[in-house]
């Protein structure tokens, strides 16, 4: 009975105290990116406390796979809080990138929340336009 007690009791604190959090969405901005733009990516997550504020983003490109990694600290406010941050991914060279966002939450130490989100986007070449003149 003891041992039932006591894992009644740390089954509990953990469902009591696991960390809620979703990303709802990511999109690319501009919508069709070419090597001349600053790429962002707007990301958009509900929290399970509130304020929730985004403390740090962190991208690592390799190739061309982004890893972009936010970490938000949830206030005591037990209460959902969606947000919207963008994010500036900087100038890419033309290709096809997979996006994977990562969030993490506590205010340090982080906890990893399973919500990945896996976006593919195409970067094209800049054509450069140029000034037609009459004769």
């Not at 501009?30 to 997550?45: G, W």
Request: proline share 3%.
């Amino acid at each position: 009975m003891k041992k039932a007690l006591i894992l009644f009791l740390f089954l509990s604190h953990k469902i009591l105290f696991a960390q809620f959090g979703q990303i709802t969405s990511v999109q690319i901005i501009p919508t069709n990116p070419t090597d001349a733009d600053q790429v962002k990516a707007v990301v958009s997550v509900m929290l399970g406390g509130s304020p929730c504020n985004l403390n740090n983003a962190v991208s690592n490109i390799t190739g061309n796979n982004i890893e972009l990694d936010n970490y938000y600290c949830e206030g005591m406010l037990t209460m959902i809080c969606n947000r919207t941050d963008t994010i500036n991914l900087g100038t890419l060279s033309a290709g096809t990138y997979n996006l994977d966002v990562n969030m993490w939450t506590g205010c340090g130490p982080y906890t990893a929340v399973d919500s990945a989100l896996n976006n593919s986007f195409n970067v094209s070449v800049f054509s450069k336009i140029s000034k037609v003149t009459a004769s």
